[in-house]
């Protein structure tokens, strides 16, 4: 595996998601070396990517309700509960994209990359549907924002110009 290779980009600091996805990938890089049996990237196949985020959800910080727990669909528990810490859907979700792009900015091809498999984009629908049915919540895209319409604006005389607002109590005119 490559240590990632910044991006050319016009300004000489990278970006906050530059930087993140260069520490995705460091990551995901020291995963495969840590593997039993070590694993090149060449052979990184979908389920190794699955194995890497199942990983990853040991240092998640999302509650994450099973069916029997009584808070199950309540988006706010009123009391804690057992049920395990998890990774939220969006980070593994914003996370693959990152790799994704990495992977090909790294030299691989997009038809074999491991991040663009159809069992993680099935695993990251379920995780998104379980995680929304626990919390009663659902996912839903985020609506585009229209661009905002043109204000008329009224001509305003430059400030400190005579008529423009009263004068204050008490003042001589």
Known sequence: MTVFKASSSSSSTPSRYENQKRRDWNTFGQYL?????????????????????????????????????????????PAPCPCPLRQAWGSLDALIGRLRAAFEENGGKPEVNPFGARAVRLYLREVRDLQSKARGISYEKKKRKRPPQPQQLTPQPPPGMPGMLPPPPGASI
């Open 33 to 77: 070396k840590n593997h039993r049996p070590p694993l090149s990237l060449s052979r990184c196949s979908g389920a190794h990517v699955l194995e890497f985020l199942r990983y990853l959800d040991q240092f998640g910080k999302t509650k994450v309700h099973t069916p029997i727990c009584p808070f199950y669909g309540h988006p706010n528990p």
